[in-house]
């Protein structure tokens, strides 16, 4: 039997109901207001514009720097830019349609085909800035704390295969209701259409696995950038002055703990109310679902305010007697950079007290012995 139809009888008698409208069957008790449109397209046209603006700052960037580990970075960025722009133009280009025309989802797709489109786009472009996320933080927690484990930086081309393999591993997740593992169903108001959060086989199974993968990546980013701050903290209180410049490893790493802070943020209330939803088995509360599903979609705004705002070249202009030179913006809060320095001391110590216990019995072994006096 086709996946997407049911053998249920529809609102006229003589009609086969889709899988799609099983649950929610339009038309729908909905009052559209102007309202509503209007939010839905300053929405929309506030996030595309944001991300066009970013990604024409990023490519200013990208032509500029000759740091192998920052053009990595900035490709990461882009694909992430371009991520969010594609999900807004899409979903958003939908629900806009929907609140002006204020179409009838069965019959413009009676087959669930346009409905199964637009649920895969929110699952793809829902998990793909939370992996890239992981993604950076892998590549910038290799980068500073095992700057030897590799021959040089990420090559171009081989940031460039992560961002794709991120885009194929996220957009094999949104296509596993078309292979009998989940379905999507047409949400309340009728204007998306989204997993079915059900508590009961395949349904329960696609709603834990976009929870759980959304979920641990966010897990792992804040792990791994927890290391790499720890790591770069020590680095710049050091007093080793051969050390070399660390203004864009922190520039990078400011810019990283900030997406994960608006993706955490943004995302793990949908997240967690998904994977509470299915494994308490309580009912689906579309309030709470639409509520979540809002916050989730202000990452995709926000996020390219992080690599216009929080650059080097702006904060030169925020902060222009700061001595950019030294290589360190920990150098902006001297009592605070005085602080971390006490607070990585210790380590800092105990390493450099076991390169002096050892150098002084090197040198007791290497000087010779006083001559006897000849009698």
Request: glycine share 6%; with cysteine; charged share 10%.
């Given at each position: 039997m086709n996946p997407q139809a049911l053998n249920i009888t529809g609102p006229h008698g003589?009609?086969?109901?889709?899988?799609?409208?099983?649950?929610?069957?339009?038309?729908?008790?909905?009052?559209?207001?102007v309202t509503s449109a209007y939010f839905s397209s300053v929405f929309s046209a506030l996030g595309l514009s944001s991300n066009l603006v970013a990604l024409v700052v990023l490519r200013n960037s990208f032509q500029r720097t000759h740091s192998r580990s920052r053009s990595s970075f900035l490709l990461f960025l882009c694909g992430l830019v371009v991520t969010d722009f594609m999900g807004l133009?899409?979903?958003?280009?939908?629900?806009?349609?929907?609140?002006v025309t204020h179409f009838n989802w069965r019959r413009l797709d009676p087959h669930c085909h346009f409905c199964n489109f637009m649920g895969m786009s929110m699952v793809f472009y829902g998990l793909c800035p939370l992996l890239l996320g992981a993604a950076m933080a892998v590549e910038r927690f290799v980068g500073i704390n095992h700057p030897f484990a590799r021959t040089s930086s990420m090559p171009k081309g081989r940031a460039v295969s992560v961002v794709l393999l991120v885009w194929v591993f996220a957009g094999c997740v949104a296509l596993l209701p078309l292979v009998g593992v989940g379905s999507y169903h047409l949400q309340m108001p009728g204007s998306w259409c989204f997993l079915n959060i059900g508590f009961?086989?395949?349904?329960?199974?696609?709603?834990?696995?976009?929870?759980?993968?959304g979920l641990l990546s966010l897990a792992v980013s804040f792990l791994l950038n927890t290391v790499s701050v720890v790591t770069l903290v020590k680095v710049c209180c050091g007093q080793d002055s051969t050390q070399r410049r660390r203004d864009y490893e922190v520039e990078m790493m400011v810019q990283l703990i900030l997406i994960m802070v608006i993706a955490s943020i943004c995302w793990c209330p949908l997240?967690?109310?998904?994977?509470?939803?299915?494994?308490s088995k309580s009912p689906l509360q579309i309030r709470y679902l639409l509520l979540w599903l809002r916050f989730a979609t202000w990452n995709q705004i926000l996020d390219p305010w992080v690599y216009i705002l929080f650059r080097r070249a702006v904060l030169k202009r925020v902060y222009p007697r700061l001595d950019w030179s030294r290589g360190s913006i920990v150098s902006l809060y001297p009592s605070f950079s005085g602080t971390l320095h006490r607070f990585t001391r210790a380590s800092l110590a105990s390493n450099l007290g076991l390169d002096q216990v050892a150098r002084p019995k090197k040198t007791e072994e290497s000087l010779p012995s006083d001559p006897k006096p000849s009698t």
């Amino acid at each position: 039997m086709n996946p997407q139809a049911l053998n249920i009888t529809g609102p006229h008698g003589n009609e086969t109901t889709s899988r799609c409208f099983s649950i929610n069957s339009p038309p729908f008790k909905y009052n559209h207001t102007v309202t509503s449109a209007y939010f839905s397209s300053v929405f929309s046209a506030l996030g595309l514009s944001s991300n066009l603006v970013a990604l024409v700052v990023l490519r200013n960037s990208f032509q500029r720097t000759h740091s192998r580990s920052r053009s990595s970075f900035l490709l990461f960025l882009c694909g992430l830019v371009v991520t969010d722009f594609m999900g807004l133009l899409v979903t958003g280009s939908i629900v806009v349609s929907f609140h002006v025309t204020h179409f009838n989802w069965r019959r413009l797709d009676p087959h669930c085909h346009f409905c199964n489109f637009m649920g895969m786009s929110m699952v793809f472009y829902g998990l793909c800035p939370l992996l890239l996320g992981a993604a950076m933080a892998v590549e910038r927690f290799v980068g500073i704390n095992h700057p030897f484990a590799r021959t040089s930086s990420m090559p171009k081309g081989r940031a460039v295969s992560v961002v794709l393999l991120v885009w194929v591993f996220a957009g094999c997740v949104a296509l596993l209701p078309l292979v009998g593992v989940g379905s999507y169903h047409l949400q309340m108001p009728g204007s998306w259409c989204f997993l079915n959060i059900g508590f009961v086989g395949s349904d329960l199974a696609f709603s834990l696995i976009f929870s759980l993968v959304g979920l641990l990546s966010l897990a792992v980013s804040f792990l791994l950038n927890t290391v790499s701050v720890v790591t770069l903290v020590k680095v710049c209180c050091g007093q080793d002055s051969t050390q070399r410049r660390r203004d864009y490893e922190v520039e990078m790493m400011v810019q990283l703990i900030l997406i994960m802070v608006i993706a955490s943020i943004c995302w793990c209330p949908l997240l967690v109310f998904i994977a509470q939803t299915v494994l308490s088995k309580s009912p689906l509360q579309i309030r709470y679902l639409l509520l979540w599903l809002r916050f989730a979609t202000w990452n995709q705004i926000l996020d390219p305010w992080v690599y216009i705002l929080f650059r080097r070249a702006v904060l030169k202009r925020v902060y222009p007697r700061l001595d950019w030179s030294r290589g360190s913006i920990v150098s902006l809060y001297p009592s605070f950079s005085g602080t971390l320095h006490r607070f990585t001391r210790a380590s800092l110590a105990s390493n450099l007290g076991l390169d002096q216990v050892a150098r002084p019995k090197k040198t007791e072994e290497s000087l010779p012995s006083d001559p006897k006096p000849s009698t």
